[in-house]
């Protein structure tokens, strides 16, 4: 059973420009509860977070394993009135036809034009996301 039974998660792209920004919205329809948070490794931008094209997953083009002195885990209370968001941010750089997505701890090379769907690797993802880069 899960630690966080009434958690459940939300993907809302906030991009602009140069700027990739995905929020992940914890939240709840349920309970109130108190939920602990740590991505000092960056696991949710190396391991939960994936693109796909056609049902196909792309590959990262570049994998940085962090493993911090410390890993400081933050406690906030989610209720149906009150979300926790993580913003999941990266940089948007051109490479002629392409795109260079450069995130914390990994990186893509993307078609531009090519619809993707950002998908993430929980049972508690009550949604995906289509994103183009242009």
């Known amino acids: 059973m899960s630690k966080y039974p009434h958690l459940k998660l939300k993907l809302e792209n906030k991009s602009f420009d ?7 919205i914890h939240f709840t329809e349920s309970i109130p509860f108190e939920f602990e948070f740590e991505n000092s490794t960056y696991w949710i931008e190396r ?3 994936y ?3 056609e ?8 994998i940085q394993i962090i493993n911090p002195r410390t890993r400081e885990k933050t406690t906030h209370n989610i209720s149906s009135k009150n979300s926790f968001i993580y913003t999941i941010i990266g940089k948007i750089s051109p490479l002629e036809n392409k795109i260079l997505l450069d995130l914390k701890a990994v ?3 993307l078609e531009k034009n090519l619809e993707y769907t950002l998908k993430f690797r929980s049972n508690k993802v009550v949604n995906e996301l289509k ?4």
């Open 18 to 24: 140069d700027c990739f920004s995905i929020d992940l």
């Open 47 to 49: 391991g939960l977070l």
């Open 51 to 53: 693109f796909c094209s």
């Open 55 to 62: 049902n196909t997953v792309i590959s990262s083009t570049d």
């Open 107 to 109: 990186s893509y090379i």
């Open 131 to 134: 994103i183009m880069f242009k």
